[in-house]
């Protein structure tokens, strides 16, 4: 048995038949490749190791959660907290958000572990503009994102949540953001790896440091910026 990066046991057929689909997509072409990864997506959401990441499915996305299979969580009873070192908490219902200035722009998503999908349409509210409405305080130097995963959490400076490509995504390719890609809402950071958009987004606290969440407490960087 081979082990994941938090301790899940992942079978040895499991991992060979995952390397062995690869190869047949190295072959096979890009059609095929796009093919796999919609055929591997319900594999690839319950891969908590990542190994799915070295298939070479070409520029489309993978999905997999730390946790395993996530419940979904429709827009009508969907909140969004902002807390922490703050002066104005806030709760959010996906309707709110959606009331509030959107940003829009198209870019390249990045993951640390090699692959991309390039020129991704991404709409949604700047992290900056909730955290300007909730005022943090003098004592703040960071901020957490947590996930209604249950699990996962990532951090950023409060500098890097202020960019104006730091956003909670309310729609990908024009349309809202399916379970699969994390919604109903979740992180995108243009300049950052993948790993620090958080999915399925619950909550936004800022902190007092800028200590290491899931994947940095693994080995990712704690800065996480693309081009560093």
């Known amino acids: 048995m081979a082990a994941s990066d938090d301790g899940a046991p992942v079978?040895?057929?499991v991992v060979l038949g995952l390397l062995g689909l690869g190869a047949i997509g190295v072959i096979a072409g890009s059609r095929i490749q796009t093919e796999l990864s919609r055929l591997l997506a319900p594999v690839q959401l319950r891969d908590p190791t990542g190994l799915s990441a070295l298939i070479p499915l070409g520029d489309t996305w993978r999905y997999y959660s730390v946790s395993g299979t996530v419940a979904r969580r429709g827009t009508r009873f969907y909140t969004l907290k902002v807390s922490g070192l703050v002066e104005n908490t806030a709760t959010y219902s996906y309707a709110d958000l959606q009331a509030l200035p959107q940003t829009s722009f198209t870019d390249t998503f990045h993951?640390?572990?090699?692959w991309q999908v390039p020129d991704v349409p991404w709409s949604g509210v700047r992290v900056a503009d909730l955290l300007e409405r909730a005022a943090p305080t003098d004592?703040?130097?960071g901020v957490r994102y947590h996930s209604f995963d249950g699990v996962y959490s990532v951090n950023m400076t409060l500098e890097q949540a202020r960019a104006d490509d730091a956003i909670v995504v309310l729609t990908m390719y024009g349309k809202p953001v399916t379970h699969d890609h994390g919604?109903?809402?979740r992180i995108y950071a243009g300049s950052m790896y993948g790993y620090k958009g958080t999915k399925w987004l619950s909550e936004i606290e800022v902190?007092?440091?800028?200590?290491?969440?899931y994947w940095e407490d693994r080995g990712y960087p704690l800065n996480g910026i693309i081009d560093e």
């Open 207 to 213: 902190t007092p440091d800028n200590r290491p969440g």
């Open 183 to 185: 919604g109903p809402v």
């Open 11 to 13: 079978g040895r057929r």
């Open 139 to 141: 004592a703040a130097v």
């Open 111 to 114: 993951c640390v572990t090699g």
